[in-house]
Nanobody
Framework: EVQLVESGGGLVQPGGSLRLSCTASGFTFDDYTMTWVRQAPGKGLEWVSSVYRAITSTYYADSVKGRFTISTDDAKRTVYLQMNSLKSEDTAVYYC??????????????????WGQGTQVTVSS
């Protein structure tokens, strides 16, 4: 059974940090591009960041560039999203997704083979 299980969300004050984790099972982790997508309250899905391991490349949305860092631990089959200098507009449900091709830089679910259940991040004082 394929699973993507996110964790690490929570409530944090503006300017604070969180690290999200997504652990994969049921597919060959090394073959997939891993992506984080978020959905703010009342808004659509927004692509956040991807890591395309085949060419060791990372990609970030302009809204998070310089504040967020994506990384993987292949031994643990886990992708991380380190989020620093958090802002209220980062409040969203964060989803982990996987696709067999390279980074598509899109939040649309049809581009992904697998999708997690999401973890809530709330940035508020």
């Amino acid at each position: 059974e394929v699973q993507l299980v996110e964790s690490g969300g929570g409530l944090v004050q503006p300017g604070g940090s969180l690290r999200l984790s997504c652990t994969a099972s049921g597919f060959t982790f090394d073959d997939y591009t891993m992506t984080w997508v978020r959905q703010a309250p009342g808004k659509g899905l927004e692509w956040v960041s991807s890591v395309y391991r085949a060419i060791t490349s990372t990609y970030y949305a302009d809204s998070v560039k310089g504040r967020f860092t994506i990384s993987t631990d292949d031994a643990k089959r886990t992708v991380y999203l380190q989020m620093n200098s958090l802002k209220s507009e980062d409040t969203a449900v964060y989803y982990c997704a996987a696709n067999i091709r390279g980074a598509v830089l899109s939040g649309a679910p049809e581009h992904y083979n697998y999708w997690g259940q999401g973890t809530q991040v709330t940035v508020s004082s």
